[in-house]
């Protein structure tokens, strides 16, 4: 059976059953979309399609949570951050679009298992503050957005430092990843890997992203910031390893 040409085998569930998980993470935390969608996709789809699959699902779903993000963003700490994103994209589709999809998928894969374990570990940055800090911080989230889909870390260890509460730094990723999506989405369309079916999976799976979003946003305020932070990491570390390509021959 297909639905707009995209066949709904077991491959599509699976990638659908974690795109949900995503988008109640990412509602309640601000983040890992990217963390958990994007190794899943990877190993079902590849790479290159998971990459636009993530850019369409995290687009229009995103504009309810945005208007109450504007609300508390701080522009003079997000704008250098995206303008060092925009900066390093074009690298970042480049290493994308010439790795060969198990390199892709263990670069994937390691740059998760570093992020969790400092987010983990509790470490956020504590030097400098001043733009061109911003910009660098930005321009590693536009590299690692860009080719492999995990454009968060970078910020939300910047962020967290500053210990302005989950409220600041959920404002400023929403904000932050709703204008490098414009961005991510100029360089991949240039680059020629949008394509029909990839764009036309992530449109069938938005909703799925929406309603996620709906409940975890709903979620947040239910419990402290170090609790959906244990759960966030938790679900994307599991999503990691679940998709090691080492652990392709185990799987059906």
Same mark, same amino acid.
Request: aromatic share 14%; charged share 10%; no cysteine.
């Given at each position: 059976m297909t639905v707009l040409g995209i066949p709904l085998d077991a491959?599509?569930?699976?990638?659908?059953?974690?795109?949900?998980?995503?988008?109640?993470?990412?509602g309640f935390s601000g983040f890992g979309t990217g963390m958990i969608v994007g190794p899943v996709g990877a190993m079902t789809f590849g790479p290159k399609v998971a990459i636009v699959i993530l850019l369409v699902i995290d687009s229009l779903p995103m504009i309810p949570l945005i208007v109450g993000a504007l609300k508390k963003v701080k $522009? +003079?700490?997000l704008a250098p951050v995206a303008a060092g994103y925009a900066l390093l994209v074009p690298l970042g589709i480049w290493f994308l679009k010439t790795g060969d999809t198990d390199t892709l998928r263990w670069f994937m894969s390691a740059v998760i298992f570093v992020a969790v374990a400092v987010l983990?570990?509790?470490?956020?940055?504590?030097?400098?503050?001043?733009v061109p800090v911003r910009l660098a911080v930005?321009?590693?989230?536009?590299?690692?957005?860009?080719?492999?889909?995990i454009a968060g870390p970078p910020v939300i260890l910047y962020w967290m430092a $500053? +210990?302005?509460?989950?409220g600041?730094?959920?404002a400023n990723l929403i904000i932050f990843f709703a204008i490098t999506s414009i961005f991510s989405a100029t360089g991949l369309f240039f680059a020629g890997l949008?394509?029909?079916?990839a764009v036309t999976q992530g449109a069938l799976y938005a909703p799925v992203y929406l309603a996620g979003l709906t409940i975890g946003a709903r979620l947040f305020g239910f419990s402290s910031e170090a609790t959906?932070?244990?759960?966030?990491?938790?679900?994307?570390?599991?999503?990691?390893i679940l998709t090691l390509p080492a652990l392709d021959g185990l799987r059906p």
């Open positions: 491959s599509f569930f699976v990638l659908m059953a974690a795109v949900a998980v995503a988008g109640i993470v990412r $522009l +003079r700490e983990w570990s509790g470490w956020y940055y504590h030097g400098p503050r001043n930005g321009g590693v989230s536009g590299f690692l957005g860009s080719a492999a889909g $500053l +210990r302005t509460g989950a600041f730094v959920r949008v394509t029909t079916q959906y932070k244990r759960i966030a990491l938790t679900i994307v570390l599991s999503a990691a």
